[in-house]
Each structure stands twice: as structure tokens, then as C-alpha cells.
């Protein structure tokens, strides 16, 4: 029985040495490359491997809606920026385990300076002198806007190939559909016919 608790107090200390060999490693790395966050327009961090953001640019600090040192102090990233999938499923964590470069699109969250977040997060993984993964560097897109406009882009496009009163497709629609099958039909030499079928009821 003694003999299963050394062995159990032996692995985790060896499990906190790594995780503090791992802190040392990132530590010295973000010292190494304190300006390399600032060229990211996006919000950007780095990340260690207990999800704990040990440094970000001003973008990373102004999404989260919070001061550099609130911050430092909250550091768990799931707690700056939260997802739908927090804390089940963290996609930071995800990014974390990674051992490659990895994209999560189409991710729907929330921080405390923007209430509703659509964003794109991209990680690549930092690496130690003996290639255990230490970190990653989190880049954040906030695509709130272009979603925005792409909803509406997508409402007047249907709005202009239809009606406005029946919400059936109009001319404009039909003289889409009638080119693209025209041109099927000379490229895949075949016939084609047309059938106009009017029908004015309205009561």
C-alpha cells in the first residue's frame, strides 16, 4: 500500500515539475517574442497549457472588454472569451492539445465588451527545445460584422428574385434560371423545352 502512494505522490510530482519545466519554456519563449503579438490586427494570445493567457495584444484586451491586469488576474481563457461549447468543451483547450495548427470556424460566444460574438479561432502550437507542446498562440476574428452583412446581403438578393406580394420568384429569377439551362443544355447537347404556365387569381 506504501508502495502505490510513493508511486502515486512520485508521478505527480513529476507531472508538476513538467508543468513547471512547460511555464519556465513558454515564459522564456514569451520574453523571446514580446512584440510578435502586436503585427496581429486580430485579437491574439498565448495560451499555456493549463488554458491560463500569459499574453495578448491590445485587440485580445479591448474583445474581452477588460484591463491588462483583470486580465492577468481572471487568466483562464474560457472565463475571457466563452463559447457555447465552455466549459465542456473548450475550444481553446482543443487548440491547446493540438499538436498542429489548428481553425475553428462559424463559433458562436460572448465577452464582457461584446454581448453576442460570432468568431473564427485559429491556434498554432508552441513548442519547447525538446518539441513537447508548451502553449499556443490564439488568434481570435471577430466576424460579428461580416456575418451581419451577409444576412443581409443574403435578404435582398431573395428579395430581388421575388415577388414582394406572393414571395413566388419573379422574371428576374426566371431569366437566371432560363441562361444557366440554356447553357447546360448547348454544353451537354441536349433539348430543352419551356413551358409558361400564367395564372392571374388574386381575390
Keep these: 500500500m506504501t508502495a502505490i502512494r510513493n508511486n502515486t505522490l512520485l508521478s505527480q510530482s513529476k ?41 495578448f495584444n491590445v485587440a485580445f484586451a479591448e474583445l474581452c472588454g477588460e484591463s491588462y491586469r483583470k486580465i492577468l488576474k481572471i487568466g483562464n481563457f474560457c472565463e475571457l472569451i466563452k463559447t457555447e461549447q465552455c466549459p465542456k468543451q473548450c475550444p ?14 462559424e463559433l458562436k460566444g460572448r465577452s464582457k465588451a461584446v454581448n453576442k460574438l460570432d468568431m473564427i479561432l485559429a491556434g498554432i502550437p508552441i513548442f519547447s527545445e525538446h518539441g513537447a507542446v508548451i502553449g499556443s498562440i ?19 438578393k431573395r428579395d430581388s428574385i421575388t415577388d414582394g406580394l406572393t414571395r413566388l420568384f419573379n422574371k ?22 419551356l413551358i409558361f404556365f400564367f395564372r392571374y387569381f388574386f381575390s
Design 15 to 55: 507531472i508538476e515539475k513538467q508543468s513547471q519545466d512547460a511555464q519556465a519554456a513558454l515564459t522564456d519563449w514569451v520574453s523571446w517574442n514580446k512584440g510578435l503579438l502586436d503585427i496581429f490586427l486580430d485579437a491574439c494570445c498565448v495560451v499555456d497549457i493549463t488554458n491560463r493567457v500569459v499574453h
Design 92 to 105: 481553446a483547450i482543443q487548440i491547446i492539445t493540438s499538436e498542429k495548427a489548428l481553425r475553428i470556424d
Design 138 to 156: 490564439i488568434t481570435i476574428r471577430n466576424v460579428s460584422a461580416e456575418s451581419e452583412l451577409q444576412k443581409k446581403y443574403d435578404e435582398r
Design 172 to 193: 428576374t429569377y426566371a431569366e437566371a434560371v432560363l441562361i444557366r439551362m440554356i447553357k447546360m443544355v448547348v454544353r451537354e447537347k441536349m433539348r430543352i423545352s
